[in-house]
């Protein structure tokens, strides 16, 4: 168990619809990253959040969107789903977001089926 | 350039041999070079990390092997189980920036088998 919480475990939407996938990171880490995980693209890093603040952005789609709150859950907001936004959507947290050996513990993940 | 290219796709090893999977970076600003390993129905867990001031590490059964002029690298996993049965993803990562943003690659799927 990493200690990074992920909720919910399974979501099953129609197209056009707007999730949010919530994450509870670490005890004591600052820093909260999404990935998305698909069958033919791999582990794709979406964005990062540090202390409330985005810190960078991978290949997030436009109608994609994160924030981090001030207790330091995250939460990640899918609209206008196509089926294309399958996947597995993982959040990981680190301590801080400095350069560095940073260790990324991952959550067990959000799988997302679209329909 | 921010691409790591990750090879084989899958591997099937017998019980007690070596596992090898290879990665291949093109961005000269990565110095840190992390692997993790995947269990179905978990998130990647780091396995052991690298950074290119050497050129091995070694962990128990998991060795890193790092060749900076190359810009490759790779993970032998020595006497291997079928507990080490799991997906593995190299990674690389800036070292310093004041953030981190790490590059997966596309992901290893190991068997071994009995």
């Known amino acids: 168990d990493s200690g990074v919480t992920q909720t919910p475990k399974h979501l099953i939407t129609a197209t056009g619809q707007r999730v949010t996938l919530r994450c509870s990171p670490r005890?004591?880490?600052?820093?909260v990253y999404w990935y998305q995980q698909s069958l033919d693209q791999g582990l794709q890093f979406l964005i990062q959040?540090?202390?409330?603040?985005?810190?960078a952005k991978g290949n997030i789609l436009e109608r994609f969107s994160a924030q981090q709150f001030p207790d330091l859950h995250s939460e990640l907001n899918l609209s206008s789903l196509e089926l294309g936004d399958s996947a597995l959507y993982f959040c990981a947290s680190s301590v801080a977001p400095a350069g560095g050996l940073e260790t990324q513990y991952f959550g067990p993940g959000t799988r997302l089926l679209v329909l | 350039q921010q691409q790591v290219k990750q090879s084989p796709q899958s591997l099937i090893v017998q019980k007690g041999g070596i596992s090898i999977i290879n990665c291949a970076y093109e961005n000269t600003a990565f110095d840190y070079f992390p692997w993790y390993q995947q269990f179905p129905g978990k998130g990647p867990a780091l396995l052991i990390a690298?950074?290119?001031?050497?050129s091995e590490k070694k962990e128990g059964r998991f060795t890193i092997s790092f060749n900076k002029s190359a810009k490759q690298f790779s993970l032998h996993i020595m006497d291997s189980q079928p507990g080490d049965s799991a997906t593995y993803f190299c990674?690389?990562?800036?070292?310093?920036?004041?953030?981190?943003?790490?590059?997966f690659g596309t992901g290893t799927k190991l068997q071994v088998i009995p």
């Open positions: 990674a690389a990562s800036p070292y310093s920036g004041g953030y981190q943003k790490v590059t």
């Open positions: 959040y540090y202390n409330g603040e985005e810190r």
């Open positions: 690298i950074r290119p001031d050497v």
């Open positions: 005890s004591g880490d600052l820093s």
